[in-house]
Nanobody
Framework: QVQLVESGGGLVQAGGSLRLSCTAS????????MAWYQQAPGKQRELVAA???????NYADTVKGRFTISRDIAKNTVSLEMNSLKPEDTAVYYC?????????????WGQGTQVTVSS
């Protein structure tokens, strides 16, 4: 069974930095896409950044130039380096992994890690 375990959230002042990490386990196949989503109170979960197995990346406009996503395929880990944090970045951040299993694309989610940016 695929499991995603996140770490690295916390409280930081505006302008500070945090690094989130996520380790996937339970699959012998490569995850096609790994990503980070954020969900602020009262809002829908939104894509922050994604990275494919070919290292192609995609970022939300709100984080471009501030956040960097990276992955280690051999270790099945994905990280999100967050710099110049703003109060509006405050949210629960979820790790996501997509993998093709039995001809279908399956989505897996971590439990979420809280990021709070104080002004």
């Amino acid at each position: 069974q695929v499991q995603l375990v996140e770490s690295g959230g916390g409280l930081v002042q505006a302008g500070g930095s945090l690094r989130l990490s996520c380790t996937a386990s339970g699959s012998s196949s490569t995850f096609q896409i790994m990503a980070w989503y954020q969900q602020a109170p009262g809002k829908q979960r939104e894509l922050v950044a994604a990275i494919s197995s070919a290292a192609n990346t995609n970022y939300a406009d709100t984080v471009k130039g501030r956040f960097t996503i990276s992955r280690d395929i051999a270790k099945n880990t994905v990280s999100l380096e967050m710099n110049s944090l703003k109060p509006e970045d405050t949210a629960v951040y979820y790790c996501n992994a997509k993998i093709i299993q039995s001809g279908a694309i399956n989505n897996y989610w971590g439990q979420g890690t809280q990021v709070t940016v104080s002004s």
